[in-house]
């Protein structure tokens, strides 16, 4: 997986919730059991999991975003 080889943009536990929520296509409910967690808790680490994944992937991808987009235009080089 793409996350697992840029190990610095979100923790462990992010990374294995997004993999497993987004990208392998596992029920929230049944992750959110294994957890021993509820549903709700479950989607707000995922949520906060993606913000992170998001900020950090802006970061190194040097892109800026606006309030209009997701994505508004790469950075400007000096």
């Given at each position: 997986?793409?996350?697992s080889?840029?190990?610095?943009?979100?923790?462990?536990?992010?990374?294995?919730?997004?993999?497993?929520?987004?990208?392998?296509?596992?029920?929230?409910?049944?992750?959110?059991?294994?957890?021993?967690?509820?549903?709700?808790?479950?989607?707000?680490?995922?949520?906060?999991?993606?913000?992170?994944?998001?900020?950090?992937?802006?970061?190194?991808?040097?892109?800026?975003?606006?309030?209009?987009?997701?994505?508004?235009?790469?950075?400007?080089?000096?």
């Amino acid at each position: 997986m793409v996350l697992s080889r840029t190990p610095w943009c979100v923790s462990e536990d992010e990374r294995w919730l997004i993999e497993e929520s987004d990208l392998n296509r596992h029920p929230q409910q049944l992750l959110a059991d294994e957890l021993g967690i509820t549903l709700t808790a479950f989607k707000s680490r995922l949520l906060r999991a993606r913000k992170h994944l998001k900020e950090a992937m802006t970061e190194l991808c040097e892109i800026e975003a606006d309030d209009t987009s997701p994505v508004c235009c790469h950075k400007k080089m000096n």
